[in-house]
């Protein structure tokens, strides 16, 4: 906790989390510098400068750093680095944004992590508990950081909190009070000295100083997740989530059912987040009937499964956030037509086979979207007869409207990291969305 007198602080990171860090530390009293080894936004630098905190673009001035009594990191800064262990090794506590954040809230913590399916199931915690009338704020890995909602805005009935791997190897005493993992597979490994286990571990953290008057909630057919349970156990009540509640038209709750084809929620996957979010929300008092009407308005996340127009009967879909094989098994299986399928960008070590069988029974053709697209054609040679490259979101959609029939699905889900060719997945996203939206006509 900051104390009563003013006491150093000095934030690592010129982005979201770390710009929101620095407005809560000052209003809190400390005396804040932040600094940043890459460039700092021009946006942000115009945050910082009205706010009157000192930062530094470009470099990190150690005997700056060195000074403080704390330090608040950006989570894409390992702990590994020179500057992050020497800190440690001269016990100047270093932790993250949220754990930071935490401290000043007694609202309930709703925290949120998984390989995939998170930021969705976060969205539709928040949504079911504000269409239900509680005020809830959703905070993290996703929009504006927990720590600028404190800064900037009146305290709400619940935080709602996407929480990354990264984000939750600094925190100390972050205690959601409802948390949940919605699956674990190979992600971020190289974070891990390419260990599963560490990974696993990361985010088993999320429950790290739970208590036994909270919730922990879980994929009950998870064997990662049951892996993880073994090594760290958790002290909050057990909620297991099973597929057995996975209906043919929706999902289980209790003796009742959910249908969710009069839904946008789209494939298993989506169910699955959904069954999730509602037994989190019911925890806060929200009936069945409530969480059911707020499932039939729930509106699609972007870049998550987003329908961005339909245009001379194709249906064109922006899954650009699905960088990973296993976010493509799920977008694949949630297509209920043929599909021209836009994948690539900087591989992960990718290991494309489980992707095999439902490229060969619902792809039709590939249009690659990447700087280097060898490993997706030599993958694929064989198993999608049409395969196309684009290095430019605009090629690769006039390149599927050509290759696409009526009735057939453009689907962007690219299965890999979109650092070759964009800023980042939103980037790319947008970018996708603007092409179709701009198509020409007659083109083909």
Known sequence: MLTERPINIVVLGGGESGVGAALLAQKKGA??????????GQNQQVEL?????????????????????????????PDTVPLITQLHDQEIPVIGEIEFASRYTDAPLVAITGSNGKTTTAYLV???????????ALVGNVGVSFARHLAEEPAPDVFVIEVSSFQLDSIQYFRPQVAAILNITPDHLDRYNYEMDGYIDSKMRIAKNQETVDTFWYLAEDENIANGMERNPVAAQLRPVSKAQLTEKGIQIG?????????????KHNALNALFAAGMVQTFGISTEDIRKGLESFEPVPHRLEPVGVIEGVEYINDSKATNVDAVTYALDAMEKDI?????????????????????????????????????????????????????????????????????????????????LFKNYIDRGDQFRAAVQTLPSNIK
């Open 31 to 40: 005396k804040v510098f932040l600094s940043d080894r890459g460039n700092i």
């Open 340 to 420: 021209i399928w836009i994948a690539g960008g900087t591989d992960k070590g990718n290991d494309y086979t489980p992707l095999i069988e439902p490229a060969r029974t619902k792809v039709k053709a590939l249009v690659c979207l990447g700087a280097d697209n060898t490993k997706l054609k030599v993958a694929f040679a064989g198993i999608i007869d049409t395969i196309e490259e684009t290095n430019t979101a605009q090629d690769a959609v006039l390149a599927a409207r050509k290759l696409a029939k009526e009735g057939q699905v453009v689907l962007l889900s690219p299965a890999c990291a979109s650092f070759d």
């Open 126 to 136: 928040d949504h079911l508990l504000n269409a239900a009338g509680k005020t809830a």
């Open 255 to 267: 003796a009742e059912e959910i249908d969710l084809t009069n839904t946008q929620l789209k494939g």
């Open 49 to 77: 400068e009205l706010a009157g905190i000192e930062f530094e673009s470009g470099q990190h001035t150690w005997e700056r750093i060195f000074a403080a009594d704390e330090v608040i990191k950006s989570p894409g800064i």
